[in-house]
Structure formats: C-alpha cells, structure tokens
C-alpha cells in the first residue's frame, strides 16, 4: 500500500511540475517582451540626452565628457550618503568600544564626503573651462 501511494505522490508531483511551469514560461515571454521595450526606451532616452550633449558642447569628445560626468555627479550622491552612514558607524557606534575603530570611521566619513564634494563640483567646473577656456 505504501509502495502504490509513493508512485501516486510522485506521479501527481511530476504532473504539478509540468502544469505550473507551462504558464510560467508565458509569463516569462510577456515579461522578456516589456523588460525589453522599456530598455530600448531607456536606450533611446540616454542616446538622446548623449546627442544633447554633443550638440550642446559643439564637440563629440566634450558632450561625451559631459554626459559621463553628469552621470557621476547623479550616482555619486547615494554611494558617497552610504559611505558616510557606513564611516559614522565605525565612529558612533562601534568606535565608543574601539579607538582604533573611531579613528577609522572619522576617516571614512572624511573620505566620502571630500569625494561627494569633488563629484559634484566637477562637471560645473568643466562646463565653466570649455565655456571660457576654448575661447
């Protein structure tokens, strides 16, 4: 009896297995299909902001330049505010037991934000010099 319930169970389990994943891979089809329109519409987006760039520069190098440098000032922001909560948990909280640990986070936190203010300075600082210094 065991033995005839086993086979059922399985039987039933092999059965399940291949109903669920049928529709699954419909599913799958209709999500490759959206996730690939939205990155061709992302695509197209940052070609164009690239192509706005360029016109706006007069100059291939320096739009591509500027767009690269626009993207480093917008994702420097969130990775600069981590190393900064990272850095004053080193000195807040695992510094009041460690010395060396305190010194450590004050450091970190130094770091980031002296590279926070160097990420988003930059790209004013290099439209301010084609403005001005190609003549």
């Known amino acids: 009896m065991k033995k005839i319930a086993i086979v059922v169970v399985v039987l039933l389990l092999i059965l399940g297995i291949y109903s669920v994943r049928k529709p699954v891979r419909a599913v799958e089809q209709v999500i490759d299909n959206e996730t690939e329109s939205q990155l061709i519409e992302i695509k197209e987006t940052q070609m164009k902001t690239l192509e706005d760039y360029k016109a706006k520069y007069g100059s291939d190098?320096?739009?591509?330049?500027?767009?690269?440098?626009?993207?480093?000032?917008?994702?420097?922001?969130?990775?600069?505010?981590?190393?900064?909560?990272?850095?004053?948990?080193h000195k807040y909280i695992i510094g009041v037991r460690k010395l060396d640990t305190?010194?450590?986070?004050?450091?970190?936190?130094?770091?980031?934000?002296?590279?926070?203010?160097?990420?988003?300075?930059?790209?004013?600082?290099f439209a301010v010099f084609i403005k001005f210094g190609r003549g």
């Open 61 to 89: 190098i320096y739009g591509t330049v500027a767009y690269i440098l626009h993207l480093l000032q917008v994702y420097s922001i969130p990775f600069c505010f981590l190393g900064i909560a990272i850095g004053a948990i």
């Open 102 to 125: 305190l010194e450590k986070g004050m450091g970190v936190m130094v770091t980031f934000t002296i590279l926070l203010i160097i990420c988003q300075i930059l790209p004013l600082a």
